[in-house]
């Protein structure tokens, strides 16, 4: 339980700076070194170092000119609601800091109620959610599997053909297919044709490795790989950074598995997954990871029948917008 404590500072923000960017960019790499898992989403991540994507709000709270710690708040889902993810630096954890950011994000979410990621799922996190009385509404697997795959290939649907995705030629029309595929999907399915973008310049980016079926000239569905590991630059703004070693051998992702709707009963989604387990064994990798919501049976009996198993997890926690910390 943390001892009752304030921040020094605690601000509220629309746009970060490039100091205030680089600050909580080794906030995260501290966090990731001492916990194991990134303590924030990709997709705030990779609109970070930009300052962070509007008009999402950000927290920061420091100790004089250090940040304690970060938390980042979305209010842009209107049927969802609101949705926050946070983050404290190791050496101010068990000071209340997290406390403060939670009830920060609380304030500005009000007076709806508001989803916080909980990534790891680890028992500090878990804590502090269950201590102001939030519930777990949502779960996130993370599943793996052994490489290469040694399986047979399934067939492709009649009249389907797999190649690899064109940036010039399918950008747009991935857009709609995706929004198309994960239509109930609260993250996945808001992507635009700007976040395709940002993804497109990461170092990983790899067309080869991102297969798109196709029927009659039109994209029916796609398999988007990515392979992530090993030493790695922090995204900072300024000069003169050295990269953070996150220690691990490189690891294959299906990144993404989409299938639109008139075709989810011919098989496509096994077979796409398959011919990207084949691809990322193929470049010698020896082990390959996916996401899949715990809710999503038909996802997870997929991806069990090829041999995933459960990882590990990311919760989110939902809760009323009308607490108050003790004393306030």
Do not use: C
Not at 29 to 46: I, K, M, N, Q
Not at 51 to 67: C, K, N, Q, S
Not at 174 to 183: D, G, K, L, P, T
Not at 207 to 229: N, S
């Amino acid at each position: 339980m943390d001892r009752p404590y304030s921040p020094a500072h605690l601000e509220t923000v629309e746009r970060l700076s490039e100091p205030e960017v680089d600050a909580v960019t080794w906030t995260l790499e501290a966090a990731t070194e001492a916990d194991g898992v990134r303590p924030l989403s990709e997709h705030v991540e990779l609109h970070l170092r930009d300052g962070g994507e509007r008009p999402a709000r950000h927290v920061l709270a420091w100790h004089g000119d250090t940040l304690a710690g970060y938390a980042h708040l979305d209010t842009t889902d209107a049927v969802a609601g609101p949705s926050a993810e946070l983050v404290v630096h190791p050496a101010a954890r068990r000071a209340g800091v997290g406390t403060a950011l939670l009830r920060t994000l609380l304030g500005e979410a009000a007076p709806a109620s508001l989803r916080v990621w909980a990534h790891g799922s680890l028992p500090g996190a878990d804590a502090l959610a269950t201590s102001v009385g939030m519930a777990r509404v949502r779960e996130l697997l993370q599943m793996r599997r052994a490489l290469p795959y040694g399986g047979a290939v399934p067939p492709l649907p009649v009249d389907v053909d797999v190649r690899a995705f064109d940036p010039d030629r399918d950008a747009e029309e991935w857009v709609r297919v995706n929004a198309e595929a994960f239509a109930d999907h609260p993250e996945q399915g808001r992507l635009t044709l700007l976040d395709l973008g940002i993804r497109m310049r990461e170092p990983w980016f790899d067309p080869a490795g991102f297969l798109v079926a196709e029927r009659d000239g039109a994209m029916v569905g796609f398999a988007w790989t990515k392979v992530h590991g090993g030493a790695e630059q922090p995204r900072l703004t300024l000069v003169g950074a050295a990269p953070v070693d996150h220690p691990h051998p490189p690891l294959g992702e299906l990144y993404v598995l989409g299938v639109a709707p008139s075709a989810r009963v011919s098989g496509l989604g096994r077979a796409l997954t398959v011919r990207a387990l084949r691809h990322l064994g193929e470049r010698g990798l020896r082990h390959a990871m996916l996401y899949a919501d715990a809710d999503n049976v038909p996802a997870v009996r997929l991806y069990t029948s090829l041999g995933f198993t459960r990882h590990s997890s990311d919760t989110m926690w939902q809760g009323a917008a009308a607490w108050q910390a003790p004393g306030s």
